[in-house]
C-alpha cells in the first residue's frame, strides 16, 4: 500500500453535491393532469346520459395516455 499514489483517493471526490438538480417534469405533471381531468369528464358524461360527448373524452383520455408514455424526443 506505500506505492499507493496519495491523489487517487482524492480523485474521487466530486462536486456531486453541488450538481444542478432537475427541475421537475412538468409536462409528465400536466399529461398526468389532463389524464384524470379527461376520465372523470368521461365518466360524468356517461352518467348523465351523453355516450357521444363520453367518448370524446375517451378518446382525448386515450390520446394523452399515449402521449404521457411516448414522450417527444428531439433528434436534432
Known amino acids: 500500500m506505500r506505492d499507493e499514489d496519495p491523489d487517487f483517493?482524492?480523485?474521487f471526490h466530486s462536486d456531486?453535491?453541488?450538481?444542478?438538480?432537475?427541475a421537475?417534469?412538468?409536462?409528465?405533471?400536466?399529461?398526468t393532469f389532463?389524464?384524470?381531468?379527461?376520465?372523470?369528464s368521461c365518466l360524468i358524461m356517461l352518467a348523465a346520459?351523453?355516450?357521444?360527448i363520453s367518448l370524446l373524452f375517451a378518446g382525448l383520455?386515450?390520446?394523452?395516455?399515449?402521449?404521457?408514455?411516448?414522450?417527444y424526443e428531439?433528434?436534432?
Do not use: N
Open 9 to 11: 483517493t482524492e480523485s
Open 24 to 31: 421537475p417534469d412538468l409536462s409528465r405533471r400536466t399529461y
Open 16 to 22: 456531486a453535491r453541488q450538481l444542478p438538480r432537475r
Open 74 to 76: 428531439d433528434d436534432r
Open 34 to 40: 389532463l389524464l384524470v381531468v379527461s376520465s372523470v
Open 61 to 71: 383520455a386515450a390520446w394523452v395516455w399515449y402521449a404521457r408514455s411516448h414522450p
Open 49 to 52: 346520459g351523453s355516450p357521444f
